[in-house]
């Protein structure tokens, strides 16, 4: 089978109301309609690279290409897992989790995003709770980051929630105008003291070597 060769087809995170997994091709195409549908307001721009402005089948493409090439790229060493969140049998959105040198940086980054019709429900911050405790409870990380533009309140509302804490910020360029991007960090001391997702990991002890970790 083939999740005997590629054994992250088999990870599972589940929170009370969330499964985050790696999607069928069917469950890919269902992803790629979330992001069709849309992500934001047209007025405001979230990411860093415009993509969701782009014509409906260049939105959908976007999607389907970025996750085949980072599973393409895989490394042990340097690797991003995107994660199609499930509610109930529906797609909702995407959290993706990454790592470089993992075993020495011991840092982790995140990012994600939800269709707009799901926005408000709390969704945001109970699937990146369920990548923070794969982070910290798996993979024994000891800080994770995330970033987002001053305008993203609502992504930096789920950082300050979770426990994050300012890292700084960087001057982007998005849409040939000033974008601020605010830098977020949590610690596992943090994390620690903030979670209240239950979250459990099902598959993980097979993946931990394509995760850069040694296995238990």
Not at 171 to 190: F, H, N, P, S, Y
Request: proline share 6%; charged share 25%; with cysteine.
């Amino acid at each position: 089978m083939l999740v005997d060769h590629f054994p992250l087809l088999g990870l599972r995170l589940r929170t009370p109301r969330l499964e985050l997994r790696l999607p069928s091709p069917e469950e890919l195409g269902a992803l790629a309609d979330v992001a069709v549908d849309g992500l934001h307001s047209p007025d405001t721009q979230p990411f860093l690279t415009p993509w969701t402005q782009q014509p409906p089948a260049e939105v959908a493409r976007k999607v389907i290409q970025d996750h085949w090439r980072s599973l393409g790229a895989w490394s042990p060493r340097d690797w991003t897992l995107n994660f199609a969140v499930f509610h109930g049998e529906t797609v909702i959105g995407r959290q993706s989790i990454g790592a470089r040198d993992l075993s020495i940086t011991q840092e982790v980054r995140t990012g994600s995003w939800l269709g707009q019709r799901h926005h408000g429900h709390g969704y945001g911050t109970e699937m990146r709770a369920a990548v923070l405790h794969l982070a910290f409870a798996g993979l024994n990380a000891e800080e994770a980051f995330s970033a987002a533009f001053e305008h993203n309140e609502a992504s930096l509302a789920v950082s300050r929630k979770l426990g994050y804490r300012p890292d700084g910020t960087e001057r982007q360029v998005v849409r040939d105008e000033l974008a601020i991007d605010r830098r977020m960090r949590l610690t596992r001391e943090a994390w620690h003291h903030n979670k209240t997702t239950e979250v459990t990991i099902d598959g993980l002890d097979p993946c931990r070597p394509l995760l850069g970790i040694d296995p238990l």
